[in-house]
T-cell receptor
Framework: EAGVTQSPTHLIKTRGQQATLRCSPI?????VYWYQQALGLGLQFLLW???????NRGNFPPRFSGRQFPNYSSELNVNALELEDSALYLC?????????FGPGTRLTVL | AQSVTQLDSQVPVFEEAPVELRCNYS??????LFWYVQYPNQGLQLLLK??????LVKGINGFEAEFNKSQTSFHLRKPSVHISDTAEYFC????????????FGTGTRLLVSP
């Protein structure tokens, strides 16, 4: 069974640009979660999507947004990038409460 | 709201020695508990979970953890570590009142040396 996949593996942007990160969940999982792992800040919850709807949101500004498609894959968009957005972004999918993580997308903002 | 405390940021240990990584949590509601491992430049891999039932939980790679409700702890143990166990370990909780976000501890780096 294929695990959670994320693309791209690495992404380099400059301040002010927009970044789009993608996630494909494990087949059959309807929930997708996004987390940010920034140096010194630990793992922080960003967004939760289930059945195409945003269900919960962490303490992040509105320039962090996303969506979930009918096939349950998801996209995270970060607008007006700032230097502190540099982090590993992890996606997880879940059938219920157990979450399975992808390898992450390393975003670097210059 | 929930919070997780991993008191040890780094634990050095020699190969084949036992190890315990500590995790304490705080929550006003019942929670499910998890331990994840992160190898360098990789995502998180689930080691083990406590949902209900026996308080001693066995996971992958020889790890086990014990849920102690009175002490609100969920410490991770391994009787004999290998060099390959060198990684970052995260304790996490999730409220059982809804399928919401995982709340993570700050992580413990396990350093296994020969």
């Amino acid at each position: 069974e294929a695990g959670v996949t994320q693309s791209p593996t690495h992404l380099i942007k400059t301040r002010g640009q927009q970044a789009t990160l993608r996630c494909s969940p494990i087949s059959g999982h309807t929930s997708v979660y996004w987390y940010q792992q920034a140096l010194g800040l630990g793992l922080q919850f960003l967004l939760w999507y289930d059945e195409g709807e945003e269900r919960n949101r962490g303490n992040f500004p509105p320039r962090f947004s996303g969506r979930q498609f009918p096939n349950y894959s998801s996209e995270l968009n970060v607008n007006a990038l700032e230097l502190e957005d540099s982090a590993l972004y992890l996606c997880a999918s879940s059938p219920l409460m157990e979450q399975f993580f992808g390898p992450g997308t390393r975003l670097t903002v210059l | 709201a929930q919070s997780v405390t991993q008191l040890d940021s780094q634990v050095p240990v020699f190969e084949e020695a036992p190890v315990e990584l500590r995790c304490n949590y705080s929550s006003s509601v019942s929670v499910y508990l998890f331990w994840y491992v992160q190898y360098p430049n990789q995502g998180l891999q689930l080691l083990l979970k406590y949902l209900s039932g026996s308080t001693l939980v066995k996971g992958i790679n020889g790890f086990e953890a014990e849920f102690n409700k009175s002490q609100t702890s969920f410490h991770l143990r391994k009787p004999s570590v290998h060099i390959s166990d060198t990684a970052e370990y995260f304790c996490a909780v999730i409220s059982n009142t809804g399928f919401q976000k995982l709340v993570f501890g700050t992580g413990t780096r396990l350093l296994v040396s020969p």
